[in-house]
C-alpha cells in the first residue's frame, strides 16, 4: 500500500538554527513531490514541488530549500531559521498526471523561538 | 495558481444535505476534478475526484455540470465531525509539469 512518512511531528528551534525535515514515500515510483507550508489561520501554501530527481521548482521566494537524493525521499532544509519559517508543513505526494489522489503527511508543526 | 473559485464559508445543520460549488470556468478536458477537506491542525484529507460523471464514495458525491465548467460537492447528511475547510483543485502545470495548488478554499461549519 502507499505511505508517506513526514517527521518530526513537532519541531521547535531557535532563531539562526538550521533545519531538515525529511519526507519518503512508499508503495510507488516517480512520484510528484510537494512541501507546503501553512501559517497560522491560513491556507496552504506550495513550497517546492518535484518531478524528479534533479527537477525541484521553488514557488516563492523564501529562506528555505529542497533536495531529492532519492526517487522518494524528500528533504526540506533551511541553513538560518527566521520567525517567519514558523509553521505546519506538510510533504505530499501525487502521481504525474494528477488522476487519482494524492497522499500527505501527518505534517510538522515548527515553531522558531 | 489555483484555477477554481468557492465560497468562502458555508454553513450547514447537522443531519441535512450540504452542498458545496466550485467553478472551474478554465478546466482542460484532461483536468480531472479534486476535492480534499482539512480539519484544524491535521493535512487534507482525499474526499473524491472525477473527470466528466458524477462520482460517489463512502464520503460524498461529486456532481459535475455537463460543461464542466463548474462542480458540486454534495455531503448527504452533514455530521459535526464535516466541519472542515473543503478544497476544490484542478491540476495546474508548472516549469516542470502538473503540480497541485490550493486555493482558499470553503469553511463548513455544521450546526446542530
Known amino acids: 500500500s502507499q505511505t508517506i512518512h513526514q517527521w518530526p511531528a513537532t519541531l521547535v528551534q531557535p532563531v539562526g538554527s538550521p533545519l531538515s525535515l525529511e519526507c519518503t514515500v512508499e508503495?510507488?515510483?516517480?512520484?510528484?513531490l510537494y512541501w507546503y507550508r501553512q501559517a497560522a489561520g491560513r491556507g496552504l501554501q506550495l513550497l517546492f514541488y518535484?518531478?524528479?530527481?534533479?527537477?525541484i521548482s521553488s514557488e516563492v521566494p523564501q529562506n528555505l530549500s529542497a533536495s531529492r537524493p532519492q526517487d522518494r525521499q524528500f528533504i526540506l532544509s533551511s541553513k538560518k531559521l527566521l520567525l517567519s519559517d514558523s509553521g505546519f508543513y506538510l510533504c505530499?505526494?501525487?502521481?504525474?498526471?494528477?488522476?487519482?489522489?494524492?497522499?500527505f503527511g501527518q505534517g510538522t508543526r515548527l515553531t522558531v523561538v | 495558481d489555483a484555477k477554481t473559485t468557492q465560497p468562502n464559508s458555508m454553513e450547514s445543520n447537522e443531519e441535512e444535505p450540504v452542498h458545496l460549488p466550485c467553478n472551474h470556468s478554465?478546466?482542460?478536458?484532461?483536468?480531472?476534478i479534486h476535492w480534499y477537506r482539512q480539519l484544524p491542525s491535521q493535512g487534507p484529507e482525499y474526499v473524491i475526484h472525477?473527470?466528466?460523471s458524477n462520482v460517489n464514495n463512502r464520503m460524498a458525491s461529486l456532481a459535475i455540470a455537463e460543461d464542466r465548467k463548474s462542480s458540486t460537492l454534495i455531503l448527504h447528511r452533514a455530521t459535526l465531525r464535516d466541519a472542515a475547510v473543503y478544497y476544490c483543485?484542478?491540476?495546474?502545470?508548472?516549469?516542470?509539469?502538473?503540480?497541485?495548488?490550493f486555493g482558499a478554499g470553503t469553511i463548513l461549519r455544521v450546526k446542530s
Open positions: 508503495g510507488t515510483s516517480n512520484p510528484n
Open positions: 483543485i484542478l491540476r495546474d502545470v508548472g516549469e516542470y509539469g502538473n503540480k497541485l495548488v
Open positions: 478554465t478546466i482542460s478536458g484532461t483536468d480531472y
Open positions: 505530499a505526494w501525487s502521481n504525474k498526471r494528477l488522476n487519482t489522489e494524492a497522499f
Open positions: 518535484s518531478v524528479g530527481i534533479g527537477q
Open positions: 472525477g473527470l466528466t
